[in-house]
C-alpha cells in the first residue's frame, strides 16, 4: 500500500495541471474572443477601376470581383435622380431652387437654399428627397424599370432607397448607364440628358462633393473636360462604399470612367476619387 501512494499523489497532481491549463486556455478564448469576432466580420477591402474609350472599347478593368458586384449607388444616383426630375417636370430645369428649411444634420454646404444644379454639384441629399416626394414612389420604380438602372429595386422607403438601402447597382452596370447617357440612348428626353450632362462638368482640376472641392489628377492636360459624381455611404452589410463616376472629353476622344472602392466602413471618403486620379493618369486620359 505504501508503494502506491507516490503513484496517487503523482496523478492528482498531473490532474492538478492540466485543469490549471485548460482554465487558462479558457481564460484566453474568452478574452481574444471579440478581437476575432472583429476580424472575422470586418470587410475586406475590394476595388474596381473601368474606363471605357468611346468609339474604340473598353480600355481598363480591374479583374476584382466588386466589378460585378453591385453596391449601394449612394449619391451617383443623383445623375438618374435629376434625369427622372427633368424628364417628369418634377422640377422646372437646373436653376430651379428650393428653400433649405433649416432641419437635418447636414454638411455646411447643405445648409442653404439650392438649385438642381448646385444640389447636384455640392451632393445635397435633402435637394434629392423632395424630388423624390414629388416623384412618388410609383413613378421611381416605372424610371428606375424604364432605363434598366442597377437591381431596379426602390424598396419601401421613398426617401432613401438609393442610401446604403435596397437600390444596388454594380460598377460595370453604372459603365453602361453612363455609356448610354452621354450617347443620348437612354428613353428619356434629350433635353433633361444635357441639361444632366452639364451639370456634371467640375471645376478645373478639382471634384467636389458635400465637403467642397477635392484635387483630382491636376493640373489637367489643356482643353481637358471632366464630369464626374462622387458618392459615399454605409450599406446594410456595414460596408463603406465610395464612388467617383465620369466622363473625359479630350478634342475629338472622349471616355467613361467608373471607380469603386468597398471596405470598412471608416474607408476614406476619397478612396475612389484618388484610385480614379492615379488610373486616370497611368492611362495618359489625365
Not at 455640392?122 to 424610371?143: C, H, N, P, T
Not at 438602372?149 to 446604403?164: I, P
Request: net charge positive.
Amino acid at each position: 500500500m505504501r508503494a502506491s501512494w507516490p503513484r496517487r499523489r503523482s496523478s492528482r497532481n498531473g490532474d492538478r495541471r492540466v485543469i490549471g491549463m485548460l482554465r487558462a486556455l479558457l481564460v484566453s478564448c474568452v478574452l481574444l474572443a471579440p478581437a476575432y469576432a472583429r476580424a472575422a466580420v470586418a470587410p475586406a477591402q475590394q476595388s474596381c477601376f473601368l474606363l471605357y474609350e468611346v468609339g474604340v472599347g473598353q480600355r481598363s478593368r480591374d479583374p476584382d470581383p466588386a466589378c460585378e458586384q453591385r453596391y449601394s449607388p449612394a449619391s451617383t444616383f443623383k445623375i438618374p435622380h435629376a434625369l427622372f426630375a427633368l424628364d417628369a417636370g418634377a422640377v422646372s430645369g437646373p436653376d430651379e431652387v428650393m428653400a433649405y428649411d433649416g432641419q437635418g444634420d447636414w454638411a455646411p454646404l447643405a445648409r442653404r437654399d439650392h438649385s438642381l444644379a448646385t444640389a447636384m454639384r455640392y451632393s445635397v441629399v435633402w435637394y434629392f428627397q423632395r424630388i423624390a416626394q414629388r416623384l412618388g414612389m410609383q413613378r421611381e420604380r416605372d424610371y428606375l424599370r424604364k432605363i434598366g438602372y442597377g437591381n431596379q429595386d426602390a424598396g419601401s422607403d421613398l426617401t432613401h432607397f438609393w442610401l446604403g438601402d435596397a437600390l444596388t447597382i454594380s460598377p460595370l452596370e453604372q459603365q453602361r448607364f453612363l455609356l448610354d447617357l452621354y450617347a443620348d440612348r437612354l428613353p428619356l428626353s434629350k433635353p433633361a440628358m444635357a441639361q444632366v450632362r452639364a451639370m456634371l462638368v467640375q471645376p478645373q482640376g478639382q471634384v467636389t462633393n458635400a465637403r467642397g472641392e477635392h484635387a483630382f489628377a491636376a493640373p489637367w492636360p489643356a482643353g481637358a473636360v471632366v464630369s464626374a459624381k462622387t458618392g459615399s455611404v454605409t450599406d446594410r452589410a456595414g460596408r463603406g462604399v465610395r464612388w467617383l463616376v465620369g466622363h473625359v472629353q479630350r478634342g475629338k476622344r472622349a471616355y467613361v470612367f467608373v471607380s469603386c472602392v468597398v471596405g470598412a466602413k471608416d474607408l476614406d471618403q476619397n478612396a475612389a476619387i484618388d484610385l480614379a486620379a492615379r488610373e486616370l493618369q497611368a492611362a495618359q486620359v489625365l
